[in-house]
Nanobody, 122 residues
């Protein structure tokens, strides 16, 4: 089992920045691919960013490329999502996700956090 706890959400204005953090406990964090997903009002959950166990692989949703940065600190069992130049359309509940296999992140067998709300006002 892996437990994930997100923090760092909040209410900000368009153009502001936020940094989300997700602390993992349970199994060996460094062996898991990690990622962030989000679910906006009336929308399905969507992929935002992913990072491989060593940090050597990183991928982003096209609409956040150049604005969001995912990173991880295996010594602290923590994955981060730095979000800059936030837009109202980034408003969503952001979920941390973990899976032993990067290619299956978000699918069956994924561990999920409880989510943290990000609200961006115009």
């Amino acid at each position: 089992q892996v437990q994930l706890v997100e923090s760092g959400g909040g209410l900000v204005q368009a153009g502001d920045s936020l940094r989300l953090a997700c602390v993992a406990s349970g199994r060996t964090f460094s062996s898991f691919a990690m990622g962030w997903f989000r679910q906006g009002p009336g929308k399905e959950r969507e992929f935002v960013a992913a990072i491989g166990w060593s940090g050597g692989y990183i991928n982003y949703l096209d609409s956040v490329k150049g604005r969001f940065t995912i990173s991880r600190d295996n010594a602290k069992n923590t994955v981060y999502l730095q979000m800059n130049s936030l837009k109202p359309e980034d408003t969503a509940v952001y979920y941390c996700a973990a899976h032993p296999r990067l290619g299956t992140l978000g699918r069956f067998g994924t561990y999920w956090g409880q989510g943290t709300q990000v609200t961006v006002s115009s």
